[in-house]
């Protein structure tokens, strides 16, 4: 209801047909609210379409991207053993709903089913779990040694219950609401969404560590080949994955979601053997839990550019 | 000394010939009386009766002062006469909200003039009703509050055509027809889109909600923006009215629903349904000036025929459910997925 400033995003793209197509992306997250970037590349040929390619933005749940390949790279170098098992005490471990954040019982996880409930079910205990195995320096100091610059890592997954829950105490509708008014204003009473303490990457990284990992091209290869197996399990379909649901496709993501934020990265591989790696990146002023319109806005764009980018 | 009142005694002992018959005359005790004239006669220095004999009389002094005497009642009584018709003839602004009918408005007016009072009644948005009472402008006023907290709640619904097929439908029934039944609560989830293309349902938008003036107080345009969202309602399908009556015409015409209170789209031929969410109502308060001198509360009468003309539900001191923030599990507030 209020007159903001029309959302005008800056293009890239390889020609003036992938053009079209990013504009068409906006203009259909624009009419539900969405602001954010998008970027999705053809692996193999490098055509790509997008906007807001460089804007930094709060990852969320997306760290556990490049959280998983240091780990898993770790695990193929031997200095690290995924069959060691960890304890996680629900009386310690970080909050979540899913994995071994919901649990409510003391458990013992190897530390290769830690990677796996940390992928598929983004279960923040498990990340964090991981954390203590490799701390977060470490995993910021690797991806700046393998030239993933555009990509930050800073803190721990609880470090965004922490702060949310800090600010507006444990309600949920006042966090987002915060969230969203520093969004505008620019001052960040949240730790985490503040691009200057917040695990931070843009699409362009993004896509860039996608596009390594499925060519092999960062990291051991079988640190990659693990990874693109877990990304293939992930549970959730209702973002990236929701208009390319085939069993001609296969989509491999990892989902980000904290307050008003709403992230998807991931690849699109089909049977004829295209494959087009993604991000999207997203936040708006929708105070709701669910969002499914904009779930789906995410997805038609994804589908949108899979289309567009496979000839 | 109560000059008046002394006076009084000694123009009604005059009258009377009898202290005891004017004391009775005044609805006051003789020895009252007796003293006030001895009083009087100190005053003026000198007496006023005769005494002694059996019979009182008035002496010559008294009789020279008596028609100076009602003179002095006569004015004191033209004068209370004048400041009471004065205040009965100013008129009292009654702050009310744009969507009242006519008919309740005008009982109003009625009730006012059967009390003694002339009421004027000004239809204002709600801002401009609290502003009224705080510079005096209004004598009284209907205030916009949160509806658990409210004396007065109203209703609040969605305003729809009416169906084609109903023995009026080519024309919008005029005002007083026949009411259509009312709809079934409507449950702001329910307005979601629905996604399949399946042959059950066609694939139709819900139409846009509009919210007049009245709703645009901020907590309850914020309360209801909220609500929307988390319903999962498309962004934009919630957005304020234009004009009334461009607003009515596409909703009688179907091209969209009005948020509003069940006598105005009666009044209008519209067909209604509350909104199931009682905290999206509306609550009022009856207001009154601080500003104006002889005004302090609002008379039960007036504020039994406001409700009325608002279409207050019959009151109910239940409590509002504001569960705005319900399921607030902290795994929320943590990253998901």
Known sequence: MSARPAYRPAYAATDGAHLDVAEAIAKEWAAVGVRGSFLARSIDTGEQLGFDVDEAVPLASVVKVPLALVALDRIATGELDAARPVRVDPATSSVGSTGLAAFRHPAAVAVGDLLLLMLTVSDNASADALFDLVPVADVDARLRSWGCSGIRVRHRLNRMYECAAGAAGNDFSLAQEVAIRDDHSGRHAIETLDPACANLGTVTALVDLLQRVWRDEIAHPDATAELRRLMGLQVFTQRLASELRADTLRVSGKTGTFLHLRHEIGVVEAESGHRVAMAALTRSDRRANLAPDIDLAIGIGARHAFEALRR | ?337
């Open chain 2, 1 to 337: 000394m109560d000059l008046l009142a002394h006076l009084e005694a000694y123009v009604a002992a005059v009258d009377e010939a009898s202290f005891s018959r004017a004391a009775d005359r005044l609805g006051i005790a003789q020895p009252l009386l007796s003293r006030r004239i001895r009083t009087l006669e100190e005053h003026f220095g000198g007496l006023l009766f005769d005494r002694s004999r059996r019979q009182v009389t008035t002496t010559d002094f008294g009789v020279l002062l008596l028609p100076y005497a009602q003179d002095v009642l006569d004015r004191a009584h033209r004068l209370r006469h004048m400041a009471r018709s004065a205040r009965q003839s100013a008129v009292r602004a009654v702050g009310v909200p744009a969507d009242c009918g006519p008919a309740a408005l005008a009982r109003v007016i009625r009730a006012g003039a059967e009390h003694g009072t002339t009421l004027g009644v000004h239809e204002l948005p709600p801002e401009d009703r609290a502003a009224g009472l705080t510079d005096g402008s209004l004598a009284y006023a209907l205030v916009r509050v949160p509806p658990e907290a409210a004396a007065l709640r109203v209703p609040l619904g969605l305003a729809s055509a009416p169906p084609p097929n109903t023995p009026d439908g080519a024309h919008p029934a005029p005002a007083g027809a026949r009411p259509g039944p009312r709809g079934r609560t409507v449950h702001l989830e329910d307005l979601r889109p629905r996604r399949g293309r399946g042959a059950t349902y066609a694939r139709r938008a819900a139409l846009p909600i509009l919210i007049t003036a009245e709703d645009q107080v901020p907590y309850a345009r914020e309360r209801l923006s909220r609500a929307a969202d988390r319903a999962g309602l498309p962004e934009g399908l919630v957005r304020p009215a234009g004009p009334m009556a461009t607003a009515l015409a596409e909703t009688l015409a179907n091209r969209v629903t009005l948020l509003c209170a069940e006598p105005f789209a009666r009044r209008h031929g519209a067909n209604w349904a509350p909104l199931g969410d009682v905290s999206l109502h509306r609550g009022y308060d009856p207001g009154v000036t601080r500003r104006q001198p002889g005004v302090s509360d609002v008379p039960d009468w007036l504020v039994a025929l406001l409700a009325a003309a608002v279409g207050a539900a019959p009151t109910m001191s239940g409590t509002a459910q504001s569960d705005a923030a319900g399921g607030n599990a902290p795994t929320r507030l943590a990253a998901r997925g």
